[in-house]
């Protein structure tokens, strides 16, 4: 049985603070505004422990309110925040641990450096914009780097740094997550549904990650965890595969399908092999992409010549394209601003057919030393799921073969039933596959069907060969 992971992931990115309570971490973040601004309250203190905050009970992340500032940042998505004001705010929050509720980044917000207290946040944002970069503060890296601005936070141009109130301290975070390991046994966690859990930030409140946990699992974690007022839950529901024979080989008389490669959405073929280039795409999201290309710093966008894969009501997706690879970014539209929310690189882009929910990908190649000759009418594969596994053999998981014959070719496909929620990644066994054709292969071509256009059967590594 495999024991989940209770606990151990912090929902929204911070940077550590080196208060030993378990929030430790890096992030890309921005900052900037003029001083003046900080002096304004960022928003209502949210309640206290005496007076609960939102829904009581197990209720949904998505539906809680998140904290964040009302003041504007300026420096791109990518850029991180100078180790020197990292340290100042890292100290202070050592300083303060009973109160200290930690650091987090409000992208929303153009990028501010967002610390939470339990207390009242007015003395604590005065101190820390009055307070200037000292030696003795806490070193975020090795070596410290020397102090070359000794302005004070609130004189700096090139940081927001707000306080907000929030709800618990990170002493008392670390306390709720020891209750409630404690209130559930293991295995009863497992038959629950919990695949993991963390604390979100700006929610305040403890995640579990439910995925398809039984009827009544809800209920039975209120009833038994200390206070059901601290959590909230993100459920996600397997969906269904199709029913019946594997079929996901396009009809060979479409010439335009949808199509997508890795981390892309599904488009049509004739827009995945020419996209239009950022130059010639009028959108907001567009003037986003392009800003964060002018911005300099932080970690590198791919390089190569940038297109637009997709824009709809909500995400926007780009390709960077070059003869080595393949880079991807997107932009998110949040409220009434589109967010730069990441970026990716990998090997060229091979389109692929879109496989429908509840079904993943499997690679398929010829079983080592098995090419098939003109009389065969055998062809032997060997089957790999893609996706992460945790090494699983596919046994009763394996969809397919579906297998298309024409004169020309003999189209082949496969596909797996994902496992259910988080797995690792320490590679995948190949499952062997025997396909019978109708007819001796000839000069047909052997074809992963999967793949637009269709792309040839390769023969299996033999790793323990070419370890040798």
């Known amino acids: 049985m495999r024991v989940p992971a209770l606990l151990v992931v912090v929902v929204v990115l911070v940077v550590g603070c080196g208060t030993g309570s378990g929030s430790e971490g890096t992030a890309v973040v921005s900052a900037t505004t003029p001083p003046a601004a900080a002096t304004e309250p960022a928003q209502d203190p949210p309640a206290t422990q005496d007076t609960p905050a939102g829904p009581v009970g197990l209720a949904n992340c998505e539906d809680l309110a998140e904290l964040g500032s009302a003041l504007e940042g300026k420096l791109g998505a990518r850029q991180n925040p100078d180790p020197i004001v990292r340290g100042v705010l890292a100290t202070y929050a050592m300083e303060h641990p009973d109160i200290y509720g930690g650091l987090w980044i409000d992208r929303d917000r153009g990028g501010v450096l967002v610390m939470g207290f339990t207390g009242d946040p007015e003395p604590h944002r005065a101190a820390i914009l009055a307070r200037a ?3 003795d503060d806490h070193a975020v890296v090795r070596p410290p780097p020397r102090i070359t601005d ?8 090139d940081v927001v740094i707000d306080v907000v109130q929030v709800r618990f301290s990170e002493l008392e975070v670390e306390a709720m997550r020891e209750d ?31 995925v398809n946990p039984p009827e009544g699992a809800l209920d039975e974690i209120a009833e038994r965890v200390p206070d059901p007022s601290v959590l909230c839950v993100n459920v996600t529901r397997s969906p269904q595969p199709p029913a019946g024979p594997l079929d996901v080989i396009p009809d ?11 981390g892309t ?4 073929y004739s827009q995945m092999i020419d996209p239009p280039s950022i130059d010639d795409v009028a959108h907001p999201a567009v003037d986003v992409m392009r800003a964060e290309l002018d911005t300099a710093g932080g970690e590198p966008l791919p390089r190569g010549r940038w297109v637009v894969i997709s824009i709809d009501e909500d995400l926007a997706t780009f390709a960077a394209l070059s003869d080595g690879g393949f880079g991807l970014a997107s932009i998110e539209r949040r409220g009434d601003r589109w967010i730069f929310s990441g970026h990716s690189a990998g090997a060229p882009c091979e389109p692929v057919i879109p496989l429908p929910p ?13 090419l098939p000759e003109p009389d065969d009418t055998i062809l032997h594969l060997l089957a790999t799921e893609w996706g992460c596994a945790s090494g699983r053999e596919m046994g009763d998981a394996l969809r397919g073969p579906q297998v298309v014959e024409t004169d020309d070719a003999v189209l082949v496909a496969f596909a797996v039933v994902p496992v259910a929620g988080a797995a690792t990644c320490p590679g995948n066994p190949s499952t062997a596959v025997t396909i019978e054709l109708s007819a001796p292969l000839g000069e047909r071509v052997a074809y992963d069907g999967l793949h637009f256009p269709p792309k040839p059967l390769a023969t299996a590594v033999d790793e323990a060969s070419v370890a040798k």
Do not use: K, N
């Open 358 to 370: 509840g079904l993943a990908r499997v690679e398929v190649t010829f079983a080592h030393d098995a």
């Open 180 to 210: 409630l390991t404690g209130s559930i046994p293991w295995e009863d966690w497992s038959d629950l549904g919990l695949d993991g859990s963390g604390y979100d930030l700006t929610r305040q409140r403890v995640t579990l990650d439910l």
């Open 150 to 157: 000794e302005r004070s936070m609130g004189e700096r141009d």
């Open 265 to 268: 959405p599904a488009v049509r």
């Open 133 to 135: 970069p000292s030696s």
């Open 252 to 262: 060979l008389d479409v010439e335009d399908p949808l199509v997508s490669c890795w």
